[in-house]
């Protein structure tokens, strides 16, 4: 039986160590610069590559420390800062995006955290992950209140110079502090929202959780409206349950130093074989993971993964 790939300790952590607030009213006055245009890099034919790196232990600069042996390209397209969290202000009884000490280490310090790797061409997005609390992507008591909370997420992209948001409606604990229960309209209106917001970033779903079957309200669909879907169970094939393109899903997810690099070689395989886009990776930590990396690298790109300290 599969389980949730997400550690039940570090979500206990992150519950303990949410604490700082996003600060709207500063976000006006304390913008980040643009993304910097990339360096030009080797192309690379073959899937968009993801990794996500759990910044409560790991840097963010450990994904672009991997690079194809053959031709010199990125190993890695996106990178994902693991994790922001929607919280509950019971004071105000609203979802608040709130950052534990190490994301917003990574944010505030994004000169030397996010744009080495947007400079190699490498994305880097944020994911928002539930926090135990009440608050999720799929119970906003009205449009409004998914509206403010897009704001806030797009205002954070806009602020520190980001390429994107991942939504992981995981640990949300529907129904604390008196919040309500799933409902149909609300996933719907936040992704809406924020698309329009930001029309030209990334928004990608962990295909996990009640947001995740919610994707239809009113006539309105939102799946078109994300840019990539993902598997939420590592070492494991489950295609996504989005009207998207294949070119836009990762069937395939992997831990990486976990997920046996024999499964990791045939899911890399089936991906290329069965023509889908994305390759999901959860996991990259500081060790020299060019053998585990190599187990994927060689099918989707022909090509060994070597790595630089």
């Not at 797009?154 to 529907?174: H, M, Q, R, W």
Request: with cysteine; net charge neutral; charged share 15%.
């Amino acid at each position: 039986m599969l389980t949730p790939v997400r550690s039940r300790i570090r979500t206990a952590v992150l519950a303990l160590s949410a604490c700082t607030a996003l600060t709207l009213g500063a976000a006006g006055t304390t913008g980040a610069a643009a993304a910097p245009a990339p360096a030009a890099t080797v192309a690379k034919q073959g899937p968009t590559s993801v990794a996500y790196v759990e910044v409560n232990n790991n840097s963010m600069l450990n994904v672009g420390k991997y690079t194809l042996a053959n031709g010199g390209g990125n190993v890695f397209d996106v990178a994902v800062i693991f994790a922001a969290n929607i919280n509950y202000d019971t004071s105000t009884k609203a979802a608040t995006l709130y950052f534990n000490e190490n994301v917003q280490r990574v944010l505030d310090n994004a000169s030397t955290q996010i744009r080495p790797l947007q400079q190699k061409g490498i994305k880097v997005v944020l994911s928002v992950l539930g926090n135990h609390q009440g608050a999720g992507f799929a119970n906003f008591p009205s449009q409004q209140a998914a509206s403010t909370f897009a704001k806030q997420l797009s205002d954070t992209v806009t602020k520190y110079g980001l390429d994107g948001i991942d939504f992981d409606d995981e640990y949300a604990e529907y129904g604390n502090n008196g919040t309500g229960q799933p409902n149909a309209s609300s996933f719907v209106y936040l992704v809406s929202a924020l698309r329009s917001n930001m029309p030209n970033k990334i928004i990608s779903l962990y295909n996990i959780g009640p947001a995740a079957s919610r994707l239809s309200y009113s006539g309105v669909d939102v799946s078109s409206k994300f840019d990539y879907a993902w598997n939420p169970y590592y070492g494991s094939w489950q295609v996504p349950g989005i009207a998207l393109p294949k070119a836009k899903l990762s069937p395939a997810a992997v831990e990486i130093g976990r997920t046996s690099q024999s499964t990791v070689t045939s899911l890399a395989r089936r991906t290329v074989s069965e023509g889908y886009g994305v390759f999901l990776t959860y996991n990259l930590d500081a060790a020299n993971r060019s053998a585990d990396v190599s187990a994927f690298t060689r099918e989707l790109y022909g090509s060994d993964a070597t790595y630089t300290p």
